[in-house]
């Protein structure tokens, strides 16, 4: 990452190397490719790259807990369990995000829908990438220094400077200390929401004395 910038949406920390499937991609083709990748979900693509579904190993395991029950009737739509193309696979629609969408929505994301991996399409739907959880734990990989920086210029920039000519920045192990004199308290509060919205922080402690200068 670059460290004079920190992340500031999706676009900055996904995979831009994505492996897609189709929806005519055959069942033991979708297997050989999460095997060859080392990935346990595909985007299902049409048109183009247009993102239409999601297989994954939970939807190919109904092949595998079916195995032992009685067989669909003859003409039946097909289930999951008998499906046999990507397209009669997939979960639809899929659950994807924004490649502008801020790190906390993508994260919000993958814990309700209770998934790791989420593709990333553009305002159009096409798929751009594709963001793991792994890769929305990066921010926490920057430099304390980045971090400090990042702190002292969001505050000097958003709050009036003379409320903190005599207040220092530290951040050790992603937790920034704010310390010194503080002339008013109240913004403490403002000054806590505004350190944790820098990506990577991981905490933020006051160690201040109030008072007049």
Known sequence: MN??????????????KVVAVTLGTSFKEIVRTLERWKISALPVVAEGTRVVGVVSEAD????????EDDAPPVGAVPDKASAVTAGQLMTAPAITVREDAPLAQAARTMALHRVKRLPVVDADG????VVSRG????????TDEDLARDVRGLLAGELLPEAWQFVDIEAADGVVTVSGLLSD???VPVVARMVRSVEGVVDVRFDLTSGRV
Do not use: I, Q
């Not at 096409?126 to 990438?129: C, N, Q």
């Not at 890769?135 to 920057?142: G, I, S």
């Open 60 to 67: 190919l395991l109904r092949k595998e807990e079916r195995r």
């Open 3 to 16: 460290g004079d910038r920190h992340p500031a949406s999706v676009g900055d920390v996904m995979t831009r």
């Open 135 to 142: 890769d929305l734990l990066k921010v926490f990989l920057r």
């Open 126 to 129: 096409a798929l751009r990438g």
């Open 185 to 187: 308290r109240s913004l």
